[in-house]
T-cell receptor, first 114, second 117 residues
Framework: AQSVSQHNHHVILSEAASLELGCNYS??????LFWYVQYPGQHLQLLLK??????LVKGIKGFEAEFIKSKFSFNLRKPSVQWSDTAEYFC????????????FGAGTRLAVHP | SAVISQKPSRDICQRGTSLTIQCQVD?????MFWYRQQPGQSLTLIAT?????????ESGFVIDKFPISRPNLTFSTLTVSNMSPEDSSIYLC??????????????FGQGTRLTVV
């Protein structure tokens, strides 16, 4: 069955540190890839997405992610985190075939200390 | 983008009772989705609701437990029936909206936090 793995369940960083959150998926076909963020008490928001083209995608708030097809990965990065980045981050995959179902990873809870 | 309103935002319910969650979208959408997020776990799709047809349920979810209505293109309800403490979760409504170049994105409501006691 298709699945999405997020390697880090809980990450604690100091402000200005660099961030990389891992995401791997298991599916051999064409995929669309997403990172969602959920700030405390708020709903899920789209951070960035990959459909096709340049595998390095830039999202909001200085986040970026790189799609490496050979590694089935879509890791999220930010060179310098801020306290306001404290949130839970979800990687999600949509499979090809025109069906809009998303498969989510378990999420990574990020805490940034000032 | 699509703006989604869910009601209630949270509830505490007695076991054995049922709760109906409402999802209202500010634009017409073909497909609406209901997800569940159990404590400490990821989002899991319960079912897909298309207007004018019966909902399609994922493995492990059945209509008797999670009946869904989709009376029009902007509204859907999910009922959690005969609740037990194991049903304590956040339930989220989602829609797929196609943006430019045919790319489709998912938008989510704020969720309904359900606690069953």
């Amino acid at each position: 069955a298709q699945s999405v793995s997020q390697h880090n369940h809980h990450v604690i960083l100091s402000e200005a540190a660099s961030l990389e959150l891992g995401c791997n998926y298991s599916y051999g076909g064409t995929v669309n890839l997403f990172w969602y963020v959920q700030y405390p008490g708020q709903h899920l928001q789209l951070l960035l997405k990959y459909f096709s083209g340049d595998p390095l995608v830039k999202g909001i708030k200085g986040f970026e992610a790189e799609f490496i097809k050979s590694k089935f990965s879509f890791n999220l990065r930010k060179p310098s985190v801020q306290w306001s980045d404290t949130a839970e981050y979800f990687c999600a995959v949509r499979l090809s075939g025109g069906y809009n179902k998303l498969i989510f990873g378990a999420g990574t809870r990020l805490a940034v200390h000032p | 983008s699509a703006v989604i309103s869910q009601k209630p935002s949270r509830d505490i319910c007695q076991r054995g009772t049922s709760l109906t969650i409402q999802c209202q979208v500010d634009s017409q959408v073909t497909m609406m989705f209901w997800y569940r997020q159990q404590p400490g776990q990821s989002l899991t799709l319960i079912a897909t609701a298309n207007q004018g047809s019966e909902a399609t349920y994922e493995s492990g979810f059945v209509i008797d437990k999670f009946p869904i209505s989709r009376p029009n293109l902007t509204f859907s309800t999910l009922t959690v029936s005969n609740m037990s403490p194991e049903d304590s979760s956040i339930y989220l409504c989602s829609v797929a909206a196609t943006r430019s170049r045919g790319n489709t994105e998912a938008f989510f409501g704020q969720g309904t936090r359900l606690t069953v006691v």
